[in-house]
């Protein structure tokens, strides 16, 4: 019989200190900006809003943020960019960064607001004289428009509150956040947004059709029809009450 060939001696095994480790693909690196946060440098990512290069750059927003969806209000921003002598307004959850952003958050805008009983206002100029005197020194310099991130006519719907166009003010200002930014740039020193929220009020309490469907509805709460489905529905778990959620009509 033919003796076997030996064939090269086997490696051992690396002890496991040694052996390779497997990692997962890495993505490509992402594009960063340099951007100025708080006086600050620091590189974030190209495609982040000014919240999240905030919160990249390891700041923990406790103030200045609230929906992270444009609908709230709460994070009035302030930049500049190279070379641009204007100051630019914007929200922080909806205004991506820019190369060279020189950036401030305003957790709060300071604006007092006088306390008013709707029941006793008439629909018409007289209580924004009596409570927004100020809003007759505008000098229709539109700033209050230009700082508007809704694009709303700020300065128009103000106009419509010294003709006491009530209506007109409410139309205008109706999808107000009340972030403030007007008010940081008027010169006339308006807090132009608690004008919007008056001129609402007064439109709602006298002004605003009457709905018979409302009043019927809020007749049937006040006989108690609807006290055995909310007993009902205050006993359920979270996930029927999911499920009834995504089930139930919609127009």
């Not at 930049?79 to 929200?91: A, S």
Request: charged share 30%; glycine share 6%.
């Amino acid at each position: 019989m033919m003796a076997k060939k030996k064939g090269p001696p086997k490696k051992k095994a690396a002890p496991a200190r040694h052996r390779p480790v497997k990692t997962a693909p890495q993505e490509p690196p992402k594009e960063m900006l340099m951007v100025y946060i708080m006086g600050k440098a620091h590189r974030v990512p190209a495609d982040a809003t000014i919240m999240g290069a905030i919160e990249y750059a390891g700041y923990q927003i406790k103030r200045g943020a609230g929906c992270r969806e444009g609908f709230c209000g709460a994070c009035a921003t302030v930049y500049r960019l190279p070379g641009d002598y204007k100051i630019y307004t914007g929200l922080a959850c909806t205004t991506l960064v820019q190369e060279g952003m020189w950036l401030s958050q305003l957790p709060v805008i300071p604006a007092q607001k006088p306390v008013y009983d709707i029941e006793k206002l008439e629909p018409n100029v007289t209580a924004f004289q009596v409570l927004y005197p100020e809003i007759f020194r505008c000098v229709a310099c539109n700033t209050c428009t230009k700082a508007c991130p809704q694009s709303l006519e700020v300065m128009d719907y103000i106009q419509a509150a010294i003709r006491g166009d009530i209506e007109k003010v409410m139309d205008l200002s109706f999808d107000c956040l009340s972030c403030g930014l007007c008010a940081i740039r008027c010169p006339a020193e308006i807090v132009h947004y608690n004008v919007g929220i008056l001129a609402r009020r007064l439109y709602g309490r006298y002004l605003a059709p009457k709905s018979p469907e409302l009043e019927k509805r809020l007749q049937e709460i006040k006989e108690k029809k609807f006290d055995k489905e909310y007993k009902e529905m205050m006993g359920m778990k979270r996930d029927e009450l999911k499920k009834r959620y995504y089930a139930r009509d919609t127009e």
